[in-house]
């Protein structure tokens, strides 16, 4: 039986967490970005397929890294059909939309119908502010030759002070978190996120219990559960996986940050993941699955799911 934590990360420097454009950036971060991360971290081929191992086997599991406000959790807003009693009301309809998170205290509420929209996403602008850093770059060779820079704009999001981003990880055994915590506090220093050259994406973490509202919730899988994490069915599970459930797809690509892989920046093969939110009622157990190309070893993409429940 799994035992699960949260862990807060606090953010020192602002963070660039890529959505696809250089010029702006993500405030939360999915679970295969995590992983990949602290998959980077190891440093060593071993300790890489340790994780996986881990990952496959249901030794650990993650959720994606989701915001919090003070000692306020936020999730996903789980992908149900809501009825509340005012449905022609086309301004709090705008602000339904719009909400992408609620507070964990809040899920009964939410889907009763009765959550304020309009006051939840006044509360999420206290998270923090996107921005934008100019930085400059030297890939054009006449302007090396005379010692100017090309400008460049770099997407970044500011936390405030007591706000930050918080993920869920169960682990089997003391082993598998103890091995997870030091790959994770060796991240900290590093920073998650891109342009961590430039001192991007750096944290503090702490680790606390489960709240008690959501014990008994998270990693079941009875009547009606959600996604805390991106994740995708092996393919005997998903035609199962999709009988009445309600989800969005995402495209998930990116580069592949290894020096022996191949000579030249590849890319990983783009995927296709359940957005955390969605919502099932036949349970799937995802994988790590492979999307190298042609390169020198395997690159994983982790897809497992992290199950909450909602109903």
């Given at each position: 039986?799994?035992d699960?934590?949260?862990?807060k990360?606090y953010?020192?420097?602002p963070?660039?967490?890529?959505?696809?454009?250089?010029?702006?950036?993500?405030?939360?971060i999915?679970?295969?970005?995590?992983f990949?991360?602290?998959?980077?971290?190891?440093?060593?081929q071993?300790?890489i397929?340790?994780?996986?191992?881990m990952?496959?086997?249901k030794?650990?599991?993650?959720?994606?890294?989701?915001?919090?406000?003070?000692?306020?959790?936020?999730?996903?807003?789980?992908?149900?059909v809501?009825?509340?009693?005012?449905?022609?009301?086309?301004?709090?309809k705008?602000?339904?939309k719009?909400?992408k998170?609620?507070?964990?205290?809040?899920?009964?509420t939410?889907?009763?119908?009765?959550?304020?929209p309009?006051?939840?996403?006044?509360?999420?602008?206290?998270?923090?502010?996107?921005?934008?850093r100019?930085?400059?770059s030297?890939?054009?060779?006449?302007?090396?030759?005379?010692?100017?820079m090309?400008?460049?704009?770099v997407?970044?999001?500011h936390?405030?002070?007591?706000?930050g981003l918080?993920?869920?990880?169960?682990?089997?055994?003391?082993?598998?978190k103890?091995?997870?915590?030091?790959?994770f506090?060796s991240?900290?220093?590093?920073?998650i996120?891109?342009?961590?050259?430039?001192?991007?994406?750096?944290?503090?973490?702490?680790?606390?219990?489960?709240p008690s509202?959501?014990?008994n919730?998270?990693?079941?899988?009875?009547?009606?559960?959600m996604t805390?994490?991106?994740?995708?069915?092996?393919?005997?599970e998903?035609?199962?996986?999709?009988?009445?459930?309600?989800?969005?797809?995402?495209?998930?690509s990116?580069?592949?940050?290894?020096?022996?892989?191949?000579?030249t920046?590849?890319?990983?093969?783009?995927?296709?993941?359940?957005?955390?939110?969605?919502?099932f009622?036949?349970?799937?157990?995802?994988?790590?699955f492979?999307v190298?190309?042609n390169?020198n070893?395997?690159?994983?993409?982790?897809?497992?799911?992290?199950?909450?429940?909602?109903?």
């Amino acid at each position: 039986m799994m035992d699960y934590f949260v862990y807060k990360m606090y953010f020192s420097t602002p963070v660039h967490i890529g959505n696809g454009t250089l010029a702006s950036s993500e405030n939360t971060i999915m679970a295969d970005t995590l992983f990949s991360a602290l998959c980077c971290e190891t440093g060593n081929q071993k300790d890489i397929d340790k994780m996986v191992y881990m990952a496959k086997n249901k030794e650990f599991i993650l959720s994606d890294a989701m915001p919090f406000i003070g000692d306020e959790l936020y999730i996903p807003k789980p992908m149900l059909v809501i009825k509340t009693e005012n449905e022609g009301n086309s301004i709090l309809k705008k602000a339904f939309k719009k909400l992408k998170y609620i507070p964990v205290s809040s899920i009964d509420t939410y889907i009763k119908g009765n959550i304020d929209p309009l006051e939840q996403n006044q509360k999420m602008k206290l998270l923090g502010k996107y921005g934008t850093r100019t930085m400059s770059s030297s890939i054009d060779e006449e302007k090396m030759k005379t010692g100017d820079m090309l400008p460049f704009h770099v997407g970044i999001y500011h936390f405030t002070e007591e706000s930050g981003l918080y993920f869920f990880a169960g682990f089997e055994n003391d082993e598998q978190k103890q091995f997870f915590e030091k790959l994770f506090l060796s991240l900290s220093y590093t920073g998650i996120g891109g342009k961590r050259s430039s001192g991007f994406g750096k944290f503090d973490f702490c680790v606390e219990d489960i709240p008690s509202n959501i014990k008994n919730r998270i990693g079941v899988c009875k009547n009606q559960f959600m996604t805390l994490s991106v994740s995708m069915a092996q393919q005997n599970e998903l035609e199962k996986s999709l009988q009445n459930a309600r989800y969005l797809l995402t495209k998930r690509s990116g580069f592949i940050f290894s020096e022996t892989y191949a000579q030249t920046m590849r890319k990983k093969k783009d995927f296709y993941c359940f957005k955390s939110g969605s919502c099932f009622t036949n349970a799937f157990q995802g994988d790590v699955f492979d999307v190298s190309g042609n390169g020198n070893h395997k690159v994983y993409r982790y897809a497992i799911p992290l199950f909450m429940e909602v109903e």
